[in-house]
């Protein structure tokens, strides 16, 4: 059984910047892609950018580009979602997902407001 833990979140001002991290359980990690959603209340979880299990390739979407970023390290079964210069529009339950296999973390709670 996989199981993924975000964590990182937390309520910081417009121009900011948070650390979320996702750890994950398991020996598939290193084979998967891995991938960064949110969600707001009465909306669809959304993608917010991805990261490829071998060569590192990225993607992000639009309203993200330039002030996200990324990451993973299969050693340690974790990846990363670096965000700065951070909105109040980013404001959301950030999940973190493991593609194959489908498994979902939890979710940690990222506010931006003054």
């Known amino acids: 059984q996989v199981q993924l833990v975000e964590s990182g979140g937390g309520l910081v001002q417009p121009g900011g910047s948070l650390r979320l991290s996702c750890v994950a359980s398991?020996?598939?990690?290193?084979?998967?892609?891995m991938g960064w959603y949110r969600q707001t209340p009465g909306k669809q979880r959304e993608p917010v950018a991805s990261?490829?299990?071998?060569?590192?390739?990225?993607w992000y979407a639009a309203s993200v580009k330039g002030r996200f970023t990324i990451s993973r390290d299969n050693a340690n079964n974790t990846v990363d979602l670096q965000m700065n210069n951070l909105k109040p529009e980013d404001t959301a339950v950030y999940y973190c997902?493991?593609?194959?296999?489908?498994?979902w973390g939890q979710g940690t709670q990222v506010t931006v407001s003054p």
């Open positions: 990261i490829s299990s071998i060569s590192g390739t990225t």
């Open positions: 398991g020996t598939i990690f290193r084979n998967s892609p």
């Open positions: 997902k493991q593609m194959r296999g489908d498994y």
